[in-house]
T-cell receptor
């Protein structure tokens, strides 16, 4: 099955700085890569996603890049704000795994005011 | 907020007992996936149901079983509960036939096994 690794596990940045979270995946047939934000005690919320036929996608302060050859994708948050503090999960969905989603272990982001 | 709902919100059981968790999918979604999220971990895929049939299973023992109903709602059953089953159980609904690939999570059921 798919194996998704995520780094770093914790990340602290000053307000206004950028944050980058990286993930790798093992199944070359994976074709969809969402990122979720989970606040304490709440459900994961989709914040951005990218399909395998696209190299980069941006939505305001959030961007995701995908390198299919290297099988890694990254989340970039610019101009971080305290409300960006949460746990972020990457995930991969692969055709070889029955369209099921496999998640990374999460990154706890703290934005220091 | 998504249209996915789960019940109950919290549950406390003892070892050896059985539990049933419920999930109502978002309107128009015919696929429900169940995940176990232990504290400080990412969601772990348990299984997926598509049109009332199991459509894939993660690395969980047979005492984890499920059902999907004609209205696409779903149940997760866990028999012979163990302490390590304590976790947040999330369901997510999606509709692979649509252009979007998104899955939408419910609020989860917090299960505590004593």
């Amino acid at each position: 099955g798919e194996n998704v690794e995520q780094h770093p596990s914790t990340l602290s940045v000053q307000e206004g700085d950028s944050a980058v979270i990286k993930c790798t995946y093992s199944d070359s047939a994976s074709n969809y890569f969402p990122w979720y934000k989970q606040e304490l005690g709440k459900r994961p919320q989709l914040i951005i996603d990218i399909r395998s036929n696209v190299g980069e996608k941006k939505d305001q302060r959030i961007a995701v890049t995908l390198n299919k050859t290297a099988k890694h994708f990254s989340l970039h948050i610019t101009e971080t704000q305290p409300e960006d503090s949460a746990v972020y999960f990457c995930a991969a969905r692969g055709l070889n795994t029955g369209n099921q989603f496999y998640f990374g272990t999460g990154t706890s982001l703290t934005v220091i005011p | 907020e998504t249209g996915v709902t789960q019940s109950p919100t919290h549950l406390i059981k003892t070892r050896g007992q059985q539990v049933t968790l419920r999930c109502s999918s978002q309107s128009g979604h015919n696929t429900v996936s169940w995940y176990q999220q232990a504290l400080g971990q990412g969601p772990q895929f348990i299984f997926q149901y598509y049109r009332e049939e199991e459509n894939g299973r993660g690395n969980f023992p047979p005492r984890f079983s499920g059902l999907q109903f004609p209205n696409y709602s779903s149940e997760l059953n866990v028999n012979a509960l163990e302490l390590d089953d304590s976790a947040l159980y999330l369901c997510a609904s999606s509709s692979p036939g649509r252009a979007t690939n998104e899955q939408f999570f419910g609020p989860g059921t917090r299960l505590t096994v004593l």
